[in-house]
């Protein structure tokens, strides 16, 4: 069935970046026509479904390339440590008390914040009730890429069995849904995963046609024990290992040096830069200016809200864009659309994901609509609109969501989640545990 929207201001994010005044058009997922102006008495007579956009502006949704969403219900829970500290004093030990029924809860929590502040699509790297959170993906109407988060510091029976997990969940949920669900593989982090353990990672991947993500120079400290442990540098390393033959996202690339951002380019390495986890955790700075330069795919991450502690990709993306041009001392380092293709376009690369990102004929119906009558995005125009997005845009501002053609939010009020239930269990586990 055709559904028409009208009266919106289109932000299409195409080869052009054309911005106009017009109408979309969907039928089974994906974009039928973009067009500019108002339709006619006659093509809306052909339409069965109509939808008033009351002049909102229209944009591709956002695209989340890295988080946790079973941890949220960590969020607040262990500020102002650094990495290694808060990993093996709060978020280690708490998990493992989670039950499976924690952490459908805590990923329900982080898909309805996500669907709320503009998020259409997501990657979540987490270990336990993959499977479960799978189906709450199918329920959420959300697109994602789900991926059994791998310690490889374990004996070789229990290897083998994260690695029969996770290729269980590829053949499982691999392009479930119309497509909307995909599956990566996902060691943890060169840390955790010895050396041995990322080849059998690597012939994996190369048996099921799956790609990997994983953590990588997330720390100063983090590198410097890779280098005094194996003799080089961890992208280098990698390299060896042969873990960019397939298609690679890595998370954070905080301290990577010009010969390796020369090589993520060379192997076409996406990146997922968090940049408010990183700065949270004292981790640093990545060299984004370098790598958009040199070549390297940028997208935009959130992480968990334990790190973050939000998961607004609209917030993330005035981060990333005013933490490089103080760094830099240079306000030309970043631009408002290039940070805005990192959490769209790139994105979409980065989580090899086809039509998706844009708004163009022929892509997928993922969008967000958001409404400009509010005084922080005044005053505007179709020249202003980009600058708007990153710098003045609140995820609070999104009103509603669509995923392959299908409405998952409409005048905030999500239709495939019940928000009332999630948040109760949010607060009811609170309580529960600080009795416990």
Not at 139 to 165: D, F, H, Y
């Amino acid at each position: 069935m055709y559904i028409l929207l009208h009266s919106v201001t289109i932000v299409t994010l195409n080869k052009e970046n054309e911005i106009f005044q017009g109408y979309v058009v969907w039928k089974d997922g994906k974009f039928t026509d973009i067009v500019k102006g108002d339709p006619t008495s006659n093509e809306l007579a052909k339409v069965p479904e109509i939808i008033n956009g009351n002049g909102k502006w229209l944009m591709p949704g956002l695209i989340n390339s890295h988080g946790h969403l079973g941890s949220s219900f960590l969020r607040g829970a262990g500020d102002d440590l650094p990495l290694m500290t808060w990993l093996e004093t709060i978020m280690w030990p708490n998990e493992r008390t989670f039950t499976e029924e924690t952490v459908i809860q805590a990923a329900s929590l982080a898909m309805i914040e996500m669907i709320k502040t503009g998020t259409t699509t997501f990657l979540d790297m987490y270990h336990l009730a993959m499977d479960k959170i799978a189906e709450l993906v199918l329920q959420s109407e959300l697109r994602a890429v789900l991926c059994r988060g791998m310690i490889g510091l374990a004996p070789e029976k229990e290897q083998e069995e994260k690695l029969e997990e996770s290729v269980s969940l590829f053949h499982n949920y691999h392009g479930a849904n119309n497509n909307k669900l995909t599956i990566a593989l996902a060691p943890h982090a060169p840390y955790t995963c010895p050396p041995e353990f990322l080849q059998k990672v690597v012939k994996t991947a190369g048996r099921n046609n799956m790609w990997i993500h994983t953590h990588l120079s997330e720390t100063r400290g983090e590198v410097e024990r890779h280098v005094s442990q194996y003799g080089m540098r961890p992208v280098e390393h990698l390299q060896n290992l042969g873990l960019f033959q397939q298609h690679c996202l890595i998370a954070h690339g905080v301290h990577i040096n010009e010969k390796e951002v020369q090589i993520l380019a060379e192997e076409r390495v996406s990146v997922s830069h968090n940049p408010m986890s990183n700065l949270k955790l004292g981790s640093g700075i990545a060299p984004v200016p370098m790598m958009e330069k040199t070549g390297v795919n940028v997208a935009l991450g959130t992480d968990s809200t334990a790190s973050n502690n939000n998961l607004d990709l609209f917030e993330e993306m005035r981060f990333a864009s005013l933490i490089h041009k103080g760094v830099h001392e240079d306000p030309t380092v970043t631009t408002s659309e290039s940070i805005l293709k990192m959490a769209t376009t790139n994105g979409a690369k980065a989580l090899q994901l086809d039509h998706v990102g844009c708004i163009e004929k022929g892509y997928f119906a993922d969008f967000i609509l958001i409404d400009p009558n509010v005084p922080h995005l005044h005053p505007w125009n179709e020249e202003r609109i980009i600058s708007h997005l990153v710098y003045s845009v609140k995820g609070s501002d999104v009103t509603d969501s669509f995923v392959q053609g299908k409405q998952l939010m409409k005048n905030r009020e999500i239709l495939t989640l019940d928000e009332e239930k999630i948040l109760s269990d949010a607060i009811n586990f609170l309580k529960t545990s600080q009795k416990g």
